[in-house]
């Protein structure tokens, strides 16, 4: 599905201080999304935890959109000067059958900035779904990425209600579309939804929905979304650019054992297998500093050809199988402005098994062994 004309895009790495280098990304031409080609492509990927790129996906929604992107980009700027979320999400909700319910702030967490409460209400104005959420953070401990996100979820975060409960993630969903209806770009995007479903075999569900707003020197430092029940990710860039490194967890192991080049780092990652369970200590200042802080370790995985760049209108999907069957990731903000992307995880929808025909060639029993887990 891809043609022999690419196109070359030079990029400068640089987050929260480090320069990690000048590197060229290759630009697919757009994917066809119609095309009979994309899943024996695609599934392949998907099931060795492997990154896949939809060009274009949302090329024509994020036209439409325009207005509701420009409008959050300036939600953003304004959030990024200390305006109240509370009020200005306030105005956006002013029609939508949302009510307040309260704001928190969590001293404990130096990066949450703001969480909004309201309760979803019905047409005759009573509650049905309590306590649904937007978490206004910072993406970074470091003052020198000011980059922003809003988690939607809902109920008690420490006990993983969302985890536990599904009824109130559909009013959680289109409670994220009142405040930033651009969702709509992904809601609506029916080729690449058909895409995912393919992907896991079965109807999903589109939820724990963030909104980034990744700004210049900034971006997300190496991580996995593995989480019970929630497949994969699907990431949508609607303006202006990111970089990415994504790969299974399992050859990021092997790119760390290669390059731990101190006595200590060896000790605990020299090899792929300790490497592996080392990646489950991110907090470890050796292993942090080489996965996201050493420009050499960054050229590798660019020669290595794990080097990403979505532009507005494209789509990465990270696919989830387990703890070590994962696809790890990491985010550069790119450009000179802000940008604006929109993060799903992807759910089974409950008792909605996918159809014979859409179901063809997908891998059924490995849905089924994800659920028992
Ligand atoms: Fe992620």
């Known amino acids: 599905m891809q043609s022999a004309a690419a196109e ?14 000048r590197f060229v990304a290759e630009i697919a031409p757009d994917t ?13 990927r998907w099931r060795a935890d492997e990154p896949l790129v939809v060009r274009g996906a949302s090329r024509a929604g994020v036209r439409r959109a325009r207005r509701d992107i420009a409008r ?11 305006a109240s979320f509370e009020s200005l999400a306030a105005r956006r909700l002013a029609r939508a059958p949302f009510r307040p319910a309260g704001v928190t702030i969590d001293l404990g967490d130096t990066r949450e900035i703001e969480k909004l409460f309201v309760d979803a209400l019905s047409a005759s ?24 996100r809003v988690r939607f979820s809902f109920g008690a975060e420490a006990l993983l209600d969302w985890q536990k409960e599904t009824r109130r993630a559909r009013w959680s969903d289109a409670f994220a579309r009142a405040l930033f209806p651009e969702c709509g770009v992904i809601d609506e995007n029916q080729a690449l939804l058909a895409l995912v ?80 369970r080392a990646l489950d200590e991110t907090s470890d200042p050796l292993l942090g500093k080489l996965l996201n802080a050493t420009p050499s370790f960054t050229r590798r995985l660019v020669e290595h050809g794990e080097f990403y760049v979505l532009r507005a209108g494209d789509s990465i999907l ?21 940008s604006l992307a929109h993060s799903y995880g992807v759910f089974p929808l409950r008792d909605a098994p996918l159809s014979a025909t859409r179901a063809r060639g997908s891998d059924r029993t490995s849905a089924r062994s994800r659920d028992a887990r």
């Not at 190496?222 to 202006?240: A, I, S, Y």
């Open 8 to 21: 070359r895009v030079k990029v400068q790495l640089l987050r929260r201080g480090v320069r990690h280098g």
């Open 32 to 44: 066809d999304l119609a095309g009979s080609q994309l899943a024996d492509h695609a599934l392949p």
């Open 72 to 82: 959050s980009l300036a939600l953003f700027e304004a959030l990024r000067g200390g």
């Open 125 to 148: 104005g009573r509650a049905v779904a309590r306590d649904l959420y937007a978490k206004l953070s910072w993406i970074a401990h470091d003052e020198r990425d000011t980059s922003l």
């Open 197 to 276: 479903e393919q992907m896991v075999g079965r109807r999903v569900r589109l939820s724990e929905r963030i909104i980034y707003n990744n700004a210049p020197g900034g971006g997300a430092t190496f991580h996995h979304d593995d989480e019970p029940r929630q497949l994969g990710v699907v990431f949508t860039q609607l303006e202006g650019a990111t970089a990415w490194f994504a790969l299974p967890k399992r050859r990021l192991a092997e790119h760390v054992a290669a390059a731990a080049r101190t006595a200590k780092l060896r000790q605990r990652a020299g090899t792929p297998r300790k490497a592996l």
């Open 318 to 338: 990270l696919p989830s199988h387990g703890p070590d069957e994962v696809c790890w990731h990491a985010v550069f903000a790119l450009g000179a402005q802000a």
